[in-house]
Nanobody, 115 residues
Framework: VQLVESGGGLVQPGGSLRLSCTASGFTFTNYEMRWYRQAPGKERELVAAISIISTIRNYADSVKGRFTISRDNAKNTVYLQMNSLKPEDTAVYYC?????????WGQGTQVTVSS
Protein backbone atom coordinates (compact mmCIF):
# COMPACT_ATOMS: atom_id res chain seq x y z
CA VAL A 1 0.00 0.00 0.00
CA GLN A 2 1.35 3.41 -0.94
CA LEU A 3 -0.27 6.78 -0.35
CA VAL A 4 1.36 9.91 -1.76
CA GLU A 5 0.07 13.35 -0.81
CA SER A 6 0.67 16.58 -2.66
CA GLY A 7 -0.67 20.10 -2.89
CA GLY A 8 0.39 21.62 0.41
CA GLY A 9 2.04 24.99 0.73
CA LEU A 10 1.92 28.46 2.21
CA VAL A 11 -1.34 30.37 1.85
CA GLN A 12 -2.76 33.55 3.34
CA PRO A 13 -5.77 33.45 5.66
CA GLY A 14 -8.95 33.21 3.62
CA GLY A 15 -7.15 31.44 0.80
CA SER A 16 -7.65 27.99 -0.71
CA LEU A 17 -5.63 24.86 -1.38
CA ARG A 18 -6.46 21.48 -2.85
CA LEU A 19 -4.65 18.46 -1.51
CA SER A 20 -4.36 15.24 -3.49
CA CYS A 21 -3.53 11.71 -2.37
CA THR A 22 -2.75 9.11 -4.99
CA ALA A 23 -3.03 5.50 -3.88
CA SER A 24 -1.44 2.32 -5.17
CA GLY A 25 -0.86 -1.26 -4.08
CA PHE A 26 -4.47 -2.03 -3.21
CA THR A 27 -7.93 -1.95 -4.75
CA PHE A 28 -8.75 1.71 -4.11
CA THR A 29 -12.43 1.32 -4.91
CA ASN A 30 -12.91 -1.11 -2.01
CA TYR A 31 -11.80 1.21 0.78
CA GLU A 32 -12.95 4.25 2.67
CA MET A 33 -10.39 7.07 2.60
CA ARG A 34 -9.60 9.71 5.19
CA TRP A 35 -7.64 12.91 5.68
CA TYR A 36 -6.02 13.60 9.04
CA ARG A 37 -3.90 16.50 10.21
CA GLN A 38 -1.38 17.07 12.95
CA ALA A 39 -0.35 20.48 14.21
CA PRO A 40 2.84 21.01 16.22
CA GLY A 41 2.40 19.80 19.79
CA LYS A 42 -1.05 18.37 19.09
CA GLU A 43 -2.46 14.93 18.45
CA ARG A 44 -3.32 13.79 14.98
CA GLU A 45 -6.99 14.46 14.27
CA LEU A 46 -9.46 13.22 11.70
CA VAL A 47 -10.44 15.97 9.27
CA ALA A 48 -12.65 14.21 6.74
CA ALA A 49 -13.67 10.78 5.51
CA ILE A 50 -15.33 9.52 2.36
CA SER A 51 -17.02 6.22 1.63
CA ILE A 52 -16.29 3.93 -1.28
CA ILE A 53 -18.67 5.53 -3.78
CA SER A 54 -18.72 8.95 -2.14
CA THR A 55 -22.23 8.58 -0.76
CA ILE A 56 -21.10 9.30 2.80
CA ARG A 57 -18.77 12.17 3.71
CA ASN A 58 -17.97 13.14 7.26
CA TYR A 59 -16.12 16.19 8.53
CA ALA A 60 -14.65 17.47 11.75
CA ASP A 61 -16.76 20.29 13.18
CA SER A 62 -13.83 22.67 12.79
CA VAL A 63 -13.81 22.32 8.98
CA LYS A 64 -17.48 21.84 8.12
CA GLY A 65 -18.61 24.23 5.44
CA ARG A 66 -15.02 25.06 4.46
CA PHE A 67 -13.45 21.74 3.40
CA THR A 68 -14.73 19.22 0.87
CA ILE A 69 -13.47 15.67 0.48
CA SER A 70 -13.91 13.90 -2.84
CA ARG A 71 -12.48 10.93 -4.72
CA ASP A 72 -11.89 9.88 -8.30
CA ASN A 73 -11.90 6.10 -8.35
CA ALA A 74 -10.69 6.04 -11.96
CA LYS A 75 -7.53 7.87 -10.86
CA ASN A 76 -7.10 6.17 -7.46
CA THR A 77 -7.02 9.63 -5.94
CA VAL A 78 -8.71 11.34 -3.01
CA TYR A 79 -8.83 15.11 -2.71
CA LEU A 80 -9.32 17.67 0.03
CA GLN A 81 -10.50 21.07 -1.16
CA MET A 82 -9.80 23.59 1.57
CA ASN A 83 -11.40 27.03 1.39
CA SER A 84 -11.51 29.98 3.78
CA LEU A 85 -8.33 28.75 5.40
CA LYS A 86 -7.47 29.92 8.90
CA PRO A 87 -4.15 30.01 10.75
CA GLU A 88 -5.42 27.21 12.96
CA ASP A 89 -5.60 24.96 9.89
CA THR A 90 -1.80 24.97 9.82
CA ALA A 91 -0.66 21.36 10.12
CA VAL A 92 0.80 18.41 8.29
CA TYR A 93 -2.03 16.71 6.41
CA TYR A 94 -2.01 12.95 5.98
CA CYS A 95 -3.95 10.60 3.77
CA UNK A 96 -5.12 7.38 5.43
CA UNK A 97 -6.85 4.10 4.79
CA UNK A 98 -7.38 0.95 6.83
CA UNK A 99 -6.80 -2.39 5.15
CA UNK A 100 -6.98 -5.68 7.00
CA UNK A 101 -7.17 -3.72 10.28
CA UNK A 102 -3.85 -2.02 9.54
CA UNK A 103 -3.59 1.76 9.24
CA UNK A 104 -1.68 3.04 6.22
CA TRP A 105 -0.41 6.60 6.01
CA GLY A 106 1.19 8.82 3.44
CA GLN A 107 4.26 10.89 4.17
CA GLY A 108 2.18 14.00 4.76
CA THR A 109 2.06 17.42 3.15
CA GLN A 110 2.61 20.66 5.05
CA VAL A 111 -0.10 23.32 4.98
CA THR A 112 0.80 26.69 6.47
CA VAL A 113 -1.76 29.46 6.76
CA SER A 114 -0.09 32.75 7.53
CA SER A 115 0.01 36.36 6.42
Amino acid sequence: VQLVESGGGLVQPGGSLRLSCTASGFTFTNYEMRWYRQAPGKERELVAAISIISTIRNYADSVKGRFTISRDNAKNTVYLQMNSLKPEDTAVYYCNTIKMRTNYWGQGTQVTVSS
